[in-house]
């Protein structure tokens, strides 16, 4: 499979601040990024699909002027999670695609994000 | 909307036990279906899939077979291994698309023991 890199792996920040983290696919060029969020003991929600070069779309109940999504090269997506509170606590995973005679979607190994 | 159902874990097996983790789905249309496993600090990898109804997915021992008539795709591995140890997830792409977001289950972890 491909190989996909998330950093940081870990981040522990002040409630009102800023955090960005990025994705890249190192072997593969995304035409997509998925961004999702887990919390403990439940499955993967997504938040927003992006395409290079394009606005993300968002699902329905996430806020897109606190999750930023830049998808602003092939292989290099980022997450800012802007003026972040207790609640934004989770482990995010981005997941990249591309579709070039059959569909491939792969996940980073996920950033945990702990506000305090 | 779509749905993916994973029974609850946490499932602890010994070496060479026989495996079942059940999945139930709701989708309109004939959705697209997954397994996907997650070892300890690593993303999320497919595992198998099947595209349509009575497809059997299999790869490294484990199977799924996608049933219509029951909605479900329950994983099966008839020996299990403690290098299997891993969170399991089950997980479905809307029928008539070949890309597209998936819907996951909360996903099961597995412990086997030597």
């Known amino acids: 499979g491909a190989v996909v890199s998330q950093h940081p792996s870990r981040v522990i920040c002040k409630s009102g601040t800023s955090v960005k983290i990025e994705c890249r696919s190192l072997d593969f060029q995304a035409t997509t990024m998925f961004w999702y969020r887990q919390f403990p003991k439940q499955s993967l929600m997504l938040m927003a699909t992006s395409n290079e070069g394009s606005k993300a779309t968002y699902e329905q109940g996430v806020e897109k002027d606190k999750f930023l999504i830049n998808h602003a090269s092939l292989t290099l997506s980022t997450l800012t999670v802007t003026s972040a509170h207790p609640e934004d606590s989770s482990f995010y995973i981005c997941?990249?695609?591309?579709?070039?005679?059959?569909?491939?979607?792969?996940f980073g190994p996920g950033t945990r994000l702990t506000v305090t | 909307g779509d749905s993916v159902t994973q029974m609850e874990g946490p499932v602890t097996l010994s070496e060479e036990a026989f495996l079942t983790i059940n999945c139930t789905y709701t989708a309109t249309g004939y959705p697209s279906l997954f397994w996907y496993v997650q070892y300890p600090g690593e993303g999320l990898q497919l595992l198998l899939k099947a595209t349509k109804a009575d497809d059997k997915g299999s790869n490294k021992g484990f199977e799924a077979t996608y049933r219509k008539e029951t909605t479900s795709f329950h994983l099966e591995k008839g020996s299990v291994q403690v290098s299997d140890s891993a969170v399991y997830f089950c997980a479905l792409r809307a029928g008539g698309t070949s890309y597209g977001k998936l819907t996951f289950g909360q996903g099961t972890i597995l412990t086997v023991h030597p």
């Open positions: 997941s990249p695609a591309r579709a070039s005679g059959t569909y491939e979607q792969y």
